[in-house]
């Protein structure tokens, strides 16, 4: 088209050198033309008139490809640009421009399809409670100052979903603050902290300054990018509902959120049929043009509907298919039965954009050809589990240390969030970097699933790729039964000097560390009212402040004694604080820092 364009100014070019007459002046109509009768026909052109006429008419059609050309560059650019300058504005959440006009906007599911992703994520004897619990959840900000910057939940199920928007949201909160597109030293200058009494909450004290445009910015953008992250950083699928009209909205009474939970009285999505009625996906290939169409449909998923068009807008960006291979067994639901919760695979879709079912690092050969998906790539925001306290899986490195010192939390039935203002908690000293290479690939050679254990054959894998220079009866006495265990396999390197591949250290304080973490569990519980119980007890989510200390890694004495007395010891010569506490999050604090001491004031964090 380009080439035809410059043959067709070549040639005006030529025209309007060879003749440089004055225009010529407008042409009658013929007399067959203006509707005279009469049989003379109409006088011939001469040459001269001829080539200015041709001149014209190529100048017309070059100028006429021109303008559209750019007429479609600049559509492009204005799109950009209206992204990129509505970042640093306030929220436009505009329902008659966006959600309002979702009947006309958006594609509509066939009932292939409808149906295939219901049976997705709800299978074929969903309970209409569960139907319930995830027709139920919008993603709204906590009202409550002491928790604004959390997502709140309501309803048991799609906590899933919620914690792990929660931690994008605290990445963006904390770590990319809109003014700036560098992370900020430590991270604590960006939160324009104040200083309050000891007896208000945390919460008060790190986001105080948080207005709800910023909020609202940080949810849009963390949504964009786990879409995107889902959709392979190429497109990114928005779910909305066909169910509003925009002259009904900009007429009706009331704000947004109250005209779209009016609207929202009587659905129900009860099966893929229902499901196609109401919904409509929007495709997105920019991340401005996904912030947008996000902005402009955040009141519908602060609704109700909100935590399911979420997770349906991710499997729509992951696509179905590939969402089926990457599950080891894709005929379960993705929401488990019997109480809803979301599984595993929903979170690491979320958190990784794989739908995965483990959550070690890479695949697991079980032999015969059959393989289990774990995690294959580095992560923005990471996982712990209490599961793996309790021996039943093992997390890898790549979700126990993510870019951001953030983690999704997961107990057996509930889901919530640590997270630190500070990313050195997440560095490595000499003693840790060379326990994660170990680590690693004993890993690699564990065929257990996680159980710490690895055959003979494996052991000697990993100590030629280690360079690991064991004395011949250190090595026989560790092969002699058929498995080595990774406990003992640890203890034989901190007895063995650095020369030869180990970690021995004469001083015994390799690795000591003290920093705070943040808990934060968004499920509203009731709370009594200034210690007393009251008729109407307060319901909101909480925020819990953990202090930490992580004894010096290891004199071979401590390790093997595992000594809760000569923990306490320990970490008394780091932080002057009150005696060890212990809770459940505190086993899963140790599955990353291993015989960390915690203590914090107040009741214990919950994570369930």
């Known amino acids: 088209m380009a080439d035809q364009e410059e043959e067709d100014l070549k040639m005006a070019l030529k025209l309007s050198m060879q003749h440089q007459e004055s225009p010529e002046p407008k042409r009658s109509k013929s007399r067959e033309e203006s509707g005279i009768e009469g049989d003379a026909p109409p006088p011939e052109e001469s040459p001269d008139v001829k080539n200015r006429r041709t001149q014209r008419e190529l100048m017309a059609a070059a100028a006429e490809k021109r303008m559209a050309a750019i007429k479609s560059v600049e559509s492009v650019k204005d799109v950009e640009s209206r992204g990129l300058e509505d970042e640093g504005k306030s929220e436009r959440v505009s329902l008659a421009k966006g959600a309002g006009k979702s009947g006309t906007c958006g594609v509509e599911l066939s009932e292939l399809e409808a149906s295939q992703l219901f049976l997705m994520i709800f299978g074929e004897r969903v309970s209409k409670d569960v139907l319930a619990q995830w027709s ?3 993603i709204r900000f906590s009202a409550d100052p002491e928790t604004s910057m959390g997502l709140v939940q309501h309803e048991g199920g799609p906590c899933g ?8 949201v605290l990445k963006y909160l904390l770590f990319c603050p809109e003014e700036s597109n560098s992370v900020l030293p430590n991270n604590l ?19 105080l300054s948080l207005s709800e445009e910023k909020k609202s910015r940080a949810l849009v953008r963390s949504m964009s990018e786990i879409l995107f992250l889902c959709g392979s950083n190429e497109t990114a699928a928005v779910a909305s509902l066909n169910i509003l009209d925009g002259n009904f909205v900009e007429s009706a009474n009331g704000s947004e959120d109250e005209v779209i939970a009016k609207v929202l009285e009587g659905v129900s999505v009860e099966s893929g049929s229902d499901l196609q009625k109401v919904l409509r996906v929007h495709t997105c290939t920019s991340r401005s043009s996904s912030i947008q169409k996000l902005e402009d449909l955040l009141p519908i998923f ?53 739908a995965v079912a483990n959550v070690f690092d890479g695949n697991m050969d079980l032999g015969g050809g059959m393989f289990v998906k774990g995690i294959s790539t580095t992560v923005e925001v990471g996982f712990l589990t209490l599961l793996e306290s309790l021996n039943f899986c093992k997390v890898g490195q790549y979700l126990k240390c993510p870019r951001w010192p953030i983690w999704v939390v997961g107990s057996e039935s509930h889901y919530t969030v640590l997270f630190a203002l500070d990313t050195k908690v997440q560095d490595e000293n000499e003693l840790e970097r060379r326990e994660t290479q170990v680590r690693r690939a004993f890993d690699a050679q564990d065929q257990s699933g996680g159980g710490g254990f690895i055959s003979v054959e494996g052991f000697h894998q990993v100590v030629n790729e280690m360079n690991i220079n064991l004395p011949r009866e250190k090595a026989e006495h560790l092969c002699s039964s058929e498995f080595i265990v990774w406990s003992e396999f640890w203890q034989a390197l901190l007895d063995l000097d650095k020369s030869l ?36 007890p307060v319901q909101r989510p909480r925020l819990t402040k953990l202090r930490v200390s992580v004894p010096p890694r290891w004199t071979p004495e401590e390790f093997m004694a595992d000594s809760e007395i000569s923990i306490v010891d320990n970490s008394t010569r780091l932080a002057e604080s009150q005696p060890a506490q212990h809770a459940p999050l505190v086993d899963c604090v140790r599955t990353r820092w291993p015989r960390a001491v915690c203590n914090w004031e107040g009741d214990a964090s919950s994570i369930v």
């Not at 979903?161 to 994008?168: E, K, N, S, T």
């Not at 000591?512 to 968004?522: M, P």
Request: aromatic share 6%.
């Open 136 to 138: 139920n959840q919008g």
């Open 501 to 536: 591949g180990g970690v021995k250290d004469s001083t015994g304080l390799m690795g000591k560390k003290v920093f705070e973490l943040y808990h934060f569990n968004g499920i509203a519980k009731s709370i009594a009212n200034g210690g007393s119980r009251s008729e109407n």
């Open 302 to 354: 602060r609704s109700r509907m909100g935590a399911l068009l979420f997770l349906i807008s991710a499997l729509l960006s992951r696509r179905l298919d590939t969402v089926q291979e990457d599950r080891d067994d894709p005929t379960q639901p993705l929401v488990t039965a019997p109480f809803g919760h979301a599984s595993q695979e929903i979170v690491n879709l979320l958190l990784s954009g794989s």
């Open 161 to 168: 979903v919620l914690a792990a928007i929660q931690a994008f």
């Open 189 to 207: 200058s960006n939160l324009a902290l104040t200083r309050v009494s000891k007896n208000e909450s945390v919460g008060a004290d790190i986001f």
